[in-house]
């Protein structure tokens, strides 16, 4: 015995989604069917307005409903420090910290050879571009502590070295609240190699 | 700083399903703005569709794209036996086990006087329609194994009692795999209380 062809489908489809197993996408999809029709509408009509009406920002490559984003046309943010991540919502991480007001840069990912993705499939040289006005005191590469955030910032210090600009990375260390015996050796040896002196 | 409204919108949408809470909503968002855009046009119409095809059974009160659904019409099936479930659902998971070859009867729901639900709210009357025929020989009541599920069943069998019908409950026992030693002491009695020679 099956569901009827239409929940099938919306089944197949939700199931689609990231960390949505067969299990979860039937029970979304029995709540969809259930919810007030005004949700289930509003959530259909929210996917493709979002997709038609949110852009890269063509300057700093954020997600945008305008074009360039707030962010970009902020004139009360630093106009000479530009932070690389690798995906918009890294933004969105770093905003709420409100330590940073200066800039961004979104990559659109990580330089990654399994994956086949180098350089040239990142905002690499849209980068460069925005470097070249000189207005650019510093560049923070703010990309993941992972292996290809590791290599994507490699590559970026190495290509930014000639510029007369302050490349600087984010510290490694131990997370904030967190217990030394459970951090794993890597980051322990990092944050041991980063320690410095006391105020 | 926040997104741009449309993604907003999107994720608070995302956010009202079950189990998802803001932050597997953004990334739910984000996974669906990057996504090729035929797949998140598919989820907005798959949800559109399967609200739109997809009814009750007039008869058994099951999830069906035609009325009377599948198992009713069955002609394979067992015409005199009706198994009660609270949900569409749960006819799945009984399906799956491949031991029932009746019919069902979706109360859409439990009593619940929390939430202000009573047989009324119930498809009871329903159930006792199909029973006037004097076709049934047996009701299985099948509603969960939990306060609201147990009620249901206790409620049904008295109404059923004095019909000439054969009323059960499914069996309440140890889990098939599970350990004895996590099982919680109202199983463990239930499952005690409900012991059986060995054959």
């Known amino acids: 015995m099956n569901y009827p062809e239409p929940l099938n489908k919306l089944i197949a489809a939700l199931g689609k989604l990231p960390g949505v197993g067969p299990k979860t996408a039937q029970r979304l999809a029995f709540y969809l069917l259930n919810a007030p029709a005004a949700e289930a509408e509003n959530l259909a009509a929210a996917i493709l307005e979002a997709r038609r009406k949110t852009h890269y920002c063509s300057v700093c490559?954020?997600?945008?409903?305008?074009?360039?984003?707030?962010?970009?046309?902020?004139?009360?943010?630093?106009?000479?420090?530009?932070?690389?991540?690798?995906?918009?919502r890294d933004i969105v991480a770093l905003e709420k910290t409100r330590?940073?007001?200066?800039?961004?840069?979104?990559?659109?990912?990580?330089?990654?050879?399994?994956?086949?993705?180098?350089?040239?499939?990142l905002r690499v040289k849209e980068l460069l571009r925005r470097l070249q006005g000189g207005k650019i005191r510093e560049v923070v590469?703010?990309?993941?502590?992972?292996?290809?955030?590791?290599a994507t910032a490699l590559y970026l210090a190495r290509l930014?070295?000639?510029l007369a600009v302050r490349v600087t990375r984010l510290a490694y260390g131990l997370p904030v609240g967190s217990d030394l015996e459970y951090a794993d050796e890597i980051?322990?040896?990092?944050a041991f190699s980063g320690r410095h002196e006391m105020e």
Request: aromatic share 2%; charged share 25%.
């Open 61 to 88: 490559g954020n997600l945008t409903d305008r074009d360039p984003c707030l962010l970009c046309t902020d004139p009360e943010r630093d106009q000479g420090i530009i932070c690389v991540v690798e995906e918009a």
């Open 99 to 121: 330590q940073y007001r200066g800039l961004y840069h979104v990559l659109q990912g990580a330089i990654s050879p399994v994956d086949g993705i180098g350089p040239d499939q």
């Open 141 to 150: 590469l703010a990309t993941n502590a992972d292996v290809e955030g590791e």
């Open 160 to 162: 930014l070295k000639p």
């Open 187 to 190: 980051t322990l040896a990092r």
